[in-house]
């Protein structure tokens, strides 16, 4: 591990440890850069490490965007993710997980292919409702291979097909009928005697010919035991699909095609979903791979019941949410559950503000106190009485004056965490105000929007976490101590995104798989202030799980809202409305989404 590919060397003292000298750290400020993964390989703190395990699949600074990323300081507290996470796997580690786990009992691995493939089946029926659903009589293209990932496949294809009783499935084993594997066999023989008429088996030959109009292509021909090159024949099968009209494509475990380590060569499944069957593999959360992977769900078959230990790289479930799922104390008051302060708004930007109160309202604080330009307050308040509406001294263009500093310190002793920055402005006085409340807040701080300066983010002694989109972290790359406080705490920053990324110190890390595209609109990172402030103010002494569980929360609901009305034709503050449903789902054991 002398050399990394992101320039980061062992430690010479403290083997397994990496490091980067300061002055090797490039000045991404004025960067126009896109690649994330690149921005964020250079934000290592003086005396911290980029923990990068080579038996976890040697995963390259690239890798970053889409996991929980941690970087390791010695004088780091352990931080605990188990049993809300599960590890993420280098190809190979998965092997040997599941060689330990099945010892070679068909019975027990027939097991897991069902319910493998019936999650596969419920998860893609799912994700279709994205785009208006899977038809009474819609049309499934199967790619089966020879071993486990065929079986899943055919699996799958059964399961739709008795949901779905007008369904028909071309099938295309793609190394014939004879090399098929026990387990593999006996799931065609079975999909064979279910589906009957309304299935057509294609040889690799005719293949070549298919002619497109599938709702959903299943891709189960290589797994996590791949190693390249693709067999002529499958690459040819490979391109052919990538070029069909396919309203959703599906690949199991990984795309057909990718290996487990190192660049594909020749053609790879080019997918819209992955679905990690019972772990997440490596280079499924490898940013280079993303045009390929798609968009990653995370099927959890029960593989670990305790949270599979003290791994380093791991993905966030929905078990995080299980505390929220209960039933609050009945002796509780509104007391018992938060009280978060949110300082933003102007007379700019005042929706910003509002939706961020609209938030923690719906995310189950006991209190929100809301301190906006006084000018905003009357038409704010009739839009949201529960909340306790605070109007502050304006400056000449609308934004939080200084002279309204009092108002915050004469209530601070009354609250768990602040929220600041949703729909502020950068007006100089205001900016000015923001570093002054940093600089001495007692509690819990959640910084967004323009309150995430350079400046700022240092401020101060407090716990904090930070929720920048790109351009914002751009904006406070200031040198190696952007994770630190003054105090050399250091924040939880959660990098918003495509796949969205949450640093924080200590040798841990985690991926969140929920929400898509439907968050790319203006005012969900409002959205998400406002519900994790609440969460910050619910967990003050943990940051790290109101960030993971604001992530999972807002992820969720956002799935939720894409199925019902599409990922087009819907506004950010219906998210709201789905809140609930996310903490109502209930899942089967052995069979969680993520």
């Known amino acids: 591990m002398s050399q990394l590919a992101t320039g980061w060397l062992e430690s010479p003292r403290e083997p397994g440890r990496c490091w980067r000298p300061a002055a090797e750290i490039p000045d991404f400020s004025g960067s126009g850069s896109e690649d994330l993964s690149q921005v964020v390989t250079t934000l290592m703190p003086r005396g911290c490490a980029l923990v990068l395990d080579v038996g976890l699949g040697a995963v390259p600074g690239h890798a970053i965007i889409g996991f929980i990323f941690a970087v390791e300081c010695p004088e780091s507290p352990t931080v605990t993710m188990a049993p809300w996470s599960h590890p993420i796997l280098s190809c190979a580690d998965a092997a040997a997980f599941e060689q330990r786990l099945f010892a070679g009992d068909e019975a027990r691995e027939w097991a897991a292919m069902q319910r493998a493939g019936r999650a596969v089946a419920a998860a893609t029926a799912d994700d279709l409702e994205e785009v208006g659903g899977f038809p009474p009589a819609g049309r499934i293209l199967t790619l089966a291979g020879k071993g486990h990932n065929g079986g899943d496949a055919l699996i799958a294809t059964q399961a739709l097909l008795e949901r779905f009783p007008a369904a028909t499935a071309d099938v295309v084993l793609v190394f014939g009928e004879r090399p098929l594997r026990p387990l593999a066999v006996r799931a065609w023989r079975e999909l064979a005697q279910v589906g009957r008429a309304r299935i057509r088996r294609l040889s690799q030959r005719a293949a070549g010919g298919l002619a497109g109009g599938y709702d959903l292509c299943l891709d189960g021909v290589f797994g996590f035991h791949f190693r390249p090159p693709v067999p002529a024949g499958v690459a040819g099968i490979l391109e052919q699909v990538n070029g069909l009209s396919v309203r ?341 054991p052995g069979v969680r989404p993520g």
């Open 248 to 588: 959703l494509r599906a690949a199991i475990d990984l795309p057909s095609g990718l290996p487990g380590t190192g660049a594909s060569r020749g053609p790879v499944f080019r997918a819209d979903f992955t679905y990690a069957t019972g772990s997440v593999k490596a280079p499924l959360i490898d940013g280079s791979n993303g045009h390929l992977v798609g968009r990653l769900r995370y099927l959890d078959l029960g593989f670990f019941p305790d949270g599979g230990g003290d791994a380093r790289w791991r993905v966030l479930t929905s078990r995080v949410l299980e505390p929220l799922r209960r039933l609050r104390n009945a002796e509780s008051d509104k007391r018992s559950h938060g009280h978060v302060f949110i300082i933003g708004g102007s007379r700019r930007f005042p929706g910003a503000g509002l939706m961020a109160v609209l938030s923690a309202l719906r995310s189950g604080a006991g209190l929100v106190t809301a301190f906006v330009p006084e000018s905003l307050v009357p038409a704010f308040a009739a839009r949201a009485p529960e909340a306790i509406w605070v109007g502050w001294p304006e400056t000449p263009a609308g934004g939080l004056a200084l002279e309204g500093l009092i108002l915050l310190r004469e209530r601070l002793d009354r609250v768990q965490a602040l929220v600041i920055g949703p729909g502020l402005g950068c007006e100089p006085e205001t900016l000015a105000l923001v570093a002054e409340i940093v600089r001495t807040s007692p509690v819990p701080l959640l910084l967004d929007a323009d309150a995430l300066q350079p400046d700022i983010v240092r401020a101060g002694t407090a716990p904090r976490v930070l929720t920048p989109h790109l351009g914002e972290l751009r904006r406070i790359l200031q040198g190696e101590d952007l994770y630190r406080t003054s105090a050399g705490r250091e924040a939880i920053i959660v990098i918003k995104g495509r796949q969205t990324v949450v640093t924080v110190g200590g040798r841990r890390g985690a991926y969140s798989p929920f929400g898509g595209p439907v968050l790319a609109r203006g005012g969900s990172g409002d959205v998400l202030a406002g519900l994790m402030g609440t969460l910050l103010a619910q967990t003050p002494a943990d940051p790290l799980l109101a960030a993971a569980r604001g992530v999972v929360w807002q992820g969720m609901a956002a799935d939720a809202l894409a199925r019902r009305f599409g990922q087009v034709a819907v506004q950010t503050t219906q998210l709201l409305d789905f809140l609930p449903e996310a903490l109502r789902k209930v899942d089967s």
